[in-house]
C-alpha cells in the first residue's frame, strides 16, 4: 500500500523538475540566441571563478592570452553574457537537486511499481550525463552538432520524466474517458508525434546555419541573415503548415469529445495554444529578421508541443476507452 502523502510528494517534486528542465531548455536558448555561450569560457569555474566577475578589471591583465593557450582565442569580457551564462548554470544545477530528490521519493514504489523507480533513477544519471555533456560543450567551442545533442538529450529528459509522473497516477488517468474520439486518433497523434520530431531536426539544422550566418555577420545586420538560409529553412517552414493543422485537428477532437473538466480536455487546448504560439514565433523569426528575444520561445515551444504530445498519447494508452462518463456512474 502506498502512503498517500509520499506519493503526492513525488508527483509534486517530480511535476517541478518537470517545469525546471524546460526553463533550463528556455533559458539554454536565451544562451544560444544571445551568443553568450562563451560568456564563462571554463567549466566547472567561470574565468578561473566560482563566483563570476562582474567588471573585468576583476580578471587577469593578460587574461586574453590565457585563454587564448586554452583554444579559446576570441574570449572577451561580457558581463550580461558571462552572468547569462552563469545563470544557465546555476538553473543546470537545481535541477540536479530536484532529480536527486525525485529519484529519493520514488522509493516508495519499490514494492509496487520497480519501474517507477528505476526510472526515476535512470532520469537522475541521464541528467548528471546531461551536466557533463554541457562542460563538453563548452570544452568544444560551442560546435554545433554538441550544442544539438545537448537539447536532444535534454528533449529525452522531459519525456522520461513526463512518462515517469504518469505512470505513477496511471490509475487516475485510466478513468479518462476516451470512447467518442475517432478510431484513428491515436494514430494520427503517432504521426504527429514523428513529425514534431522531424520538425525539431530540421530545427537544429537551421539553427546550426543561423549561428554560422550570425558568426559572419558579427551577430549585427540580422535584417541580411534570412539572404543565407539553407535550403533546409524553407522546407522547415513549409512543414509547419502541416505540423499546424495535424495537431489543430487533434485538438479540436479532444474538444468535441472529452469531458469539459477532463485533464485530457485541457490538455487539448494548451495543444492548440502551444502550436498557435509556435507558428507566430516562426513567421516573426522569419519575417523580422531573427530577433534573439523570440529565438528561445520558438525552441521552448517545440519541446513543449512534444512533450504534451507524449503525454495525451500516454493518457490514451492507460485509458481503456470504456469507462464509463461520471454522470452516467452516477
Known amino acids: 500500500m502506498i502512503d498517500t502523502q509520499a506519493a503526492l510528494r513525488f508527483r509534486r517534486l517530480g511535476t517541478l523538475t518537470i517545469f525546471a528542465v524546460y526553463f533550463v531548455i528556455l533559458v ?4 544560444r540566441a544571445s551568443g553568450a555561450g562563451m560568456g564563462c569560457p571554463d567549466w566547472p569555474t567561470c574565468f578561473g571563478q566560482w563566483f ?6 576583476q580578471l587577469p591583465a593578460n587574461y586574453h592570452e590565457i585563454y587564448a593557450q586554452r583554444g579559446y582565442e576570441n574570449t572577451h569580457f561580457n558581463p550580461v553574457k558571462t552572468w547569462t551564462e552563469y545563470t544557465n548554470r546555476l538553473v543546470g544545477v537545481t535541477i540536479g537537486l530536484l532529480i536527486f530528490l525525485t529519484a529519493w521519493a520514488s522509493r516508495i514504489y519499490l514494492k509496487t511499481d520497480k519501474t517507477i523507480f528505476y526510472l526515476s533513477v535512470s532520469a537522475f544519471f541521464l541528467v548528471a550525463f546531461q551536466g557533463w555533456l554541457g562542460s563538453t560543450v563548452v570544452a568544444s567551442n560551442l560546435k554545433p552538432f554538441m550544442i544539438t545533442l545537448h537539447m ?3 528533449l529525452f529528459i522531459v519525456a522520461l520524466l513526463i ?10 488517468i485510466g478513468q479518462i474517458d476516451t470512447r467518442l474520439l475517432p478510431a484513428k486518433f491515436k494514430a494520427v497523434l503517432i504521426v504527429a508525434m514523428i513529425m514534431t520530431l522531424l520538425q525539431v531536426a530540421m530545427g537544429t539544422q537551421v539553427r546550426e546555419a543561423v549561428d554560422f550566418i550570425a558568426h559572419e555577420h558579427a551577430y549585427i545586420d540580422r535584417r541580411y541573415w534570412r539572404d543565407d538560409f539553407p535550403v533546409i529553412f524553407y522546407i522547415h517552414r ?5 505540423i499546424l493543422f495535424t495537431n489543430l485537428w487533434l485538438a479540436w477532437k479532444i474538444y468535441q469529445a472529452a469531458d469539459k473538466k477532463s485533464l485530457l480536455f485541457r490538455a487539448g487546448l494548451a495543444l492548440a495554444a502551444l502550436i498557435i504560439i509556435e507558428i507566430i514565433a516562426g513567421i516573426t523569426l522569419d519575417r523580422l529578421g531573427v530577433p534573439p528575444i523570440v529565438q528561445p520561445v520558438h525552441l521552448l515551444m517545440a519541446n513543449l508541443i512534444f512533450g504534451l504530445q507524449f503525454f495525451i498519447f500516454i493518457c490514451l494508452s492507460y485509458s481503456s476507452g470504456t469507462q464509463p462518463r461520471t454522470e452516467e456512474r452516477a
Do not use: C, K, M, N
Not at 539554454?28 to 544562451?31: E, L, M, S
Open 152 to 154: 536532444l538529450l535534454a
Open 28 to 31: 539554454g536558448g536565451i544562451v
Open 52 to 57: 563570476p566577475p562582474t567588471d573585468e578589471s
Open 163 to 172: 512518462y515517469t509522473i504518469a505512470r505513477s497516477q496511471r490509475h487516475f
Open 238 to 242: 513549409s512543414f509547419s503548415s502541416v
